[in-house]
């Protein structure tokens, strides 16, 4: 199990089911902008993970990672949610 983690290929099928989601939510009449917006954060997460797994150096880890979040703030959905006053 030790081996399948270090290869990175955990990650692997972290980012293959992320596909998945992607095209079954664009099947299901999302937009591709949305949904990049949606998902992106998560690959690129992922990727930092994956990276950080493989032993890459750590600009490779940071880059990422810190990608992630301008793309999540893009999400307009984040801000519909943070505009509607709390209960």
């Known amino acids: 199990m030790g081996a399948y983690f270090a290869s990175g290929h955990a990650a692997d099928v972290m980012l293959a089911a992320l596909v998945i989601e992607a095209a079954w939510l664009s099947a299901r009449g999302r937009g591709l902008g949305l949904v990049m917006v949606m998902l992106g954060p998560a690959a690129l997460i992922v990727l930092g ?14 880059l990422p990672l810190a990608l992630s979040l301008p793309i999540h703030l893009a999400d307009p959905r984040l801000w519909q949610r943070a505009a509607r006053p709390s209960a």
Do not use: D, F, M, T
């Open 49 to 62: 993970l994956r990276a950080a797994l493989v032993g890459a150096p750590w600009p490779w880890i940071a």
